[in-house]
């Protein structure tokens, strides 16, 4: 079964860190683009960042420019979004998402949300 599965999401004080692992199983991430993605509670799906199948280009969501990096191990298979001074408007429930070479942008699939494979999400809370 191809899919992305998340993990790392969790309670945290405002001005606190977090790190969502992004891991793929039945296929490797090498010739896909990732993507992360989050939806607060009555809100519409967002794209919070995005990178290439060679970890060359990211793409950021203004709200958290300087504050979250995305990166990726293609050896182990695992895309991360390092989560630095959290703020309470990041709490939503965060996605991940593949999408293969070729297909989008890092801008399109964050700005569309094009992908073929989605996790189920980890859940992200900062509270205090």
């Known amino acids: 079964q191809l899919q992305v599965v998340e993990s790392g999401g969790g309670l945290v004080q405002p001005g606190g860190s977090l790190r969502l692992s992004c891991v793929a199983s039945?296929?490797?991430?090498?010739?896909?683009?990732i993507g992360w993605f989050r939806q607060a509670p009555g809100k519409e799906r967002e794209g919070v960042s995005c990178?290439?199948?060679?970890?060359?280009?990211?793409y950021y969501v203004d709200s958290v420019k300087g504050r979250f990096t995305i990166s990726r191990d293609n050896a182990k298979n695992t895309v991360y979004l390092q989560m630095n001074s959290l703020k309470p408007e990041d709490t939503a429930v965060y996605y991940c998402?593949?999408?293969?070479?070729?297909?989008?942008?890092?801008?399109?699939?964050?700005?569309?949300?094009?992908?073929?494979?989605w996790g189920q999400g980890t859940q992200v809370t900062v509270s205090s």
């Open positions: 998402a593949a999408v293969p070479i070729g297909a989008a942008s890092t801008k399109e699939m964050c700005n569309r949300g094009t992908a073929y494979y």
């Open positions: 990178i290439s199948s060679s970890g060359f280009t990211t």
């Open positions: 039945g296929f490797t991430l090498d010739y896909y683009a």
